[in-house]
């Protein structure tokens, strides 16, 4: 099992991050003592992730991109110093997980060249002085997570912003009547909804088509006891609510989509951007074994997900259970968890363990079994009863309602 932490957007030049969470309705009331009695959300939440960190129990902390709200250099070097405080000293640390940062549209500065790199590096600069290995610019930042078997996941992150700032990919029309607007407003600095009409509106945001092929090969490579984990922006799928702007969301999102389909794996693909936390999984008849697990974080002042990422005894991935953390008042709690398996069910069991095959060979689809009835009957360890139905719940194959008390309480229906 491995843990990873999903971390959204956290804008930190943004006054909701440190507003007052309480509702005073006196306004003669001390400021002081307001503040005394209520943590601000941006506080609640990384106090929360912090003690998280320190129990030892997370293996991987990834970061969205977003950390700041107009591409301005000093606000993300802000941001970049307060996060550093969540992490050891050094990397790597033993008991201390490390971490991987992507860039968000709202990182990128657009009054440098957008023809250039230079607006991608400007914030390498930055988020290196803070102490972080450099972000994706064009090819995928690899880290490994290694198991003691064979298990193995891997997580690439991805620069989804490369048209962003580049006002040529607004096209020819748009760019003669909008462009020379666009450079007044960045060159004399505007209001804030003028701004954020440029951050979000008129934004192209796209991944390379270099990083697109890298990912491919890198990814065609890999065996079967590897999970990946591709970290981008930007959500690969437009979303509920309609939107009318010109490109709001990934241009090739569709491209990236097919290309992860056709390698016929499961894939968990982690974004921010849009400030809510939908999870998405994408399948198609033709590649049985194909999956895009799409996770989107919410802001960071709402709170984060925990991603355990399961694996059987044969060191297969089984899937993963997003865990979403998120503030109630002035605490982080656990609000809901979703178990997405992997596989669908028939492949699954393709897939199973010796053992796990063994057990539903016994199971009665119409009766309810006890865990102590299967260990009499099979005779096997417990520990290896126990990893046998934990690997068919995960497969989809059967279900154990009380599956959050003590194994010696389980009852076991099989599903399919
Ligand atoms: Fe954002």
Redesign the pocket.
Known sequence: MFRVVQV??I?YSDAENFASPVDAKDPGFPAALRDSIGTAPLQAVFRSLSHLLDTGAVDFVTFM??FT?RGDAAALGDCARYIRRLFAEAWPAAGHPDCKLII???DVDRRLDPDTDVRFENINDVLGAAGFAPASILAPCESVLRGDDASEVRIFGVNSCRGCGQLRLLGSIVEKHAGPAIRKLMAEGGTSDELEELY?QIDTPAIDEHTIAMLDAILSNLGETVLPVICA?HNLLPQAMPRIAPYSELINGGAIRTALLNLDRPIIYLH????TSPIEVIRVPDRTRSAIISISAP?FRDGYNVIEIAFSRDSVPLGCRVIAHRLDGSQCRIAASSVIPAWTAAEGLRLATAQARELMKILDPDKVTTRGDLLVQLGWPSGELDDALTELRWLGALEIPNYDRPSIHWRVTRSI
């Open positions: 959204g957007d804008h991109g977003d709200t968000g549209n709202h979000e922006h921010g951007h849009l400030h802001l």
